[in-house]
């Protein structure tokens, strides 16, 4: 089993509050996050932004092994992950992830979108999209 961590710590309130998002791997940190750099454009990251990063870089790495296994290697992968934040019932929900990917590849176009659906429907992000989520929570 692999585990990998994030971290992110917010202070304040939604509006004039700000955190900071962290990465176990040290890729990110203490990237800044804030209502403006979510719904206002802002410079920093935002929760979306981070899901469509990982969701892509997932799904491109899964594309690459499903068509290794038919001995293809590609030259590249080049993905773009769509994430859909919706104001629904007075709240917000992510209802959709949309992949856009160009597979450069010495193969047959239908081998190539066929192991493309594969890695759509089998990459742990994309399953994590569709998982229970648990939680603990405590006072500090």
Not at 66 to 91: A, C, H, S, W, Y
Request: hydrophobic fraction near 45%; aromatic fraction near 4%.
């Amino acid at each position: 089993m692999i585990v990998k961590s994030g971290s992110a710590v917010w202070r304040g309130g939604l509006k004039d509050g700000s955190g900071s998002v962290s990465t176990q791997s040290g890729a990110l940190i203490d990237q800044p996050y804030g209502f403006a750099t979510r719904f206002e454009g802002k410079a920093g990251t935002n929760p979306e932004e981070l899901i469509a990063a990982a969701h892509a870089s997932c799904f491109s790495m899964a594309l690459s092994n499903i068509l290794g296994q038919k001995d293809i290697v590609p030259e590249e992968i080049d993905t773009q992950v769509f994430i859909t934040l919706e104001n629904r019932d007075g709240g917000f929900v992510v209802t959709k992830s949309a992949l856009e990917v160009v597979i450069h590849a010495d193969a047959d176009e239908a081998v190539l979108l066929e192991a493309a659906a594969v890695a759509k429907a089998n990459c742990p992000i994309s399953k994590l999209l569709n998982a229970e989520i648990s939680m603990e929570a405590r006072k500090g």
